[in-house]
């Protein structure tokens, strides 16, 4: 081999072979610092690609878990309202049964009626007032489409729950007992056949309290206990049974569509969980092999290191021979 000053093949090779140490000392450093096996797209093109759509993925299903708990808490509410209005209008049945022995005199059916205007009351209030984000519960105001879950990642029909209006309906007193026609006759007949303007009104709840304890109004304006010949208290309470069957119906449909949200919830999160175990397998780094990797490079960054030194001097050799 000649010996030459101009060209240093061995300080050549020596520095190669020091910066492929160095850029593997570089990479391994990288890796266990970020965590990540596929930094960039030159790591693994098809890697990234593939570990970017599916951190995409994981983000929506995410998105859509909320929006489905999001979901179930709406339902959980209107369950709750719902519950409320049992519970009023159970005590309106108990006192119109009561109202209906025909041991109470006038006094105490007005004290009743007192008690089931109130209680009327509060159940078109608790209708009016129960909302959700802004969204009106038992108003009867939801879309006759109801309300649209996204529980999946595009527009397919596999991709949404529908929580129908049926469960959103009016539950105001209007709402329980005016499509009721033979009852709001009843009403009207109680209230000497003089139609009040409204039923969610002061006037309509005093009206449908009177029908239910077996009052009505006379011409002057007060409420004495109704005749035998016109309807009695016990005839209103079918239309209370219609009433609580109604909201049972709409609970009944809100039960079976939690359970299915909760079933969009699991599946969701298993489906996340699986897209994320395969993320981790395609993308994270093996600490251990990155370790190992690291000193590796290093002990042949440092040996390289000290062969330049020595490459580095070959050239001198020449300088014997002049």
């Known amino acids: 081999m000649p010996v030459v000053i101009k060209t240093n093949m061995e300080s050549l090779l020596v520095r190669q072979n020091l910066n492929s140490a160095t850029n593997a000392l570089d990479t391994a450093i990288e890796r266990m610092t970020t965590g990540y096996r596929i930094n960039r797209a030159s790591d693994n093109a098809a ?177 004495v206990i109704q005749n035998e010949s016109g309807y009695q208290a016990k005839d209103t309470l079918a239309a209370i049974d219609k009433a609580l069957k109604d909201i049972d119906g709409r609970v009944t449909t809100l039960g079976s569509t939690q359970n299915r949200v909760d079933s969009a919830v699991s599946s969701i999160e298993v489906r996340s969980t699986n897209l994320t175990s395969s993320l981790s397998t395609l993308r994270d780094a093996d600490v251990a092999e990155e370790s190992s990797n690291y000193i590796q490079a290093q002990i042949l960054q440092q040996a390289a290191a000290t062969l330049l030194s020595t490459a580095n001097q070959q050239p001198s050799i020449a300088l014997s021979l002049i």
């Open 47 to 223: 890697g990234y690609s593939i570990a970017d759509s599916w951190v995409t993925k994981i983000g929506s299903l995410d998105i859509a878990a909320q929006n489905a708990s999001m979901g179930k808490d709406m339902l959980s509410t209107t369950e709750q309202n719902y519950s409320l209005l049992t519970g009023h209008l159970q005590r309106i049945r108990d006192l119109t049964e009561q109202a209906s022995n025909g041991t109470y005199g006038s006094v105490s059916l007005k004290a009743m009626q007192a008690e089931v205007k109130a209680r009327l009351e509060e159940i078109s209030r608790i209708a009016n007032n129960a909302e959700f984000n802004g969204i009106k519960l038992m108003s009867g105001t939801v879309s006759s489409s109801g309300v649209s879950l996204q529980i999946g990642l595009d527009a397919s029909a596999d991709s949404v729950i529908n929580l129908e209006s049926t469960m959103f309906a009016n539950s105001t007193v209007s709402g329980l007992f005016s499509e009721n026609s033979s009852f709001m006759s009843i009403v009207t007949k109680d209230n000497n056949d003089q139609a009040v303007s409204s039923i969610n009104s002061s006037d309509g709840y005093t009206a449908l309290a009177a029908a239910f304890v077996g009052l009505k109004k006379t011409a002057g304006g007060n409420y």
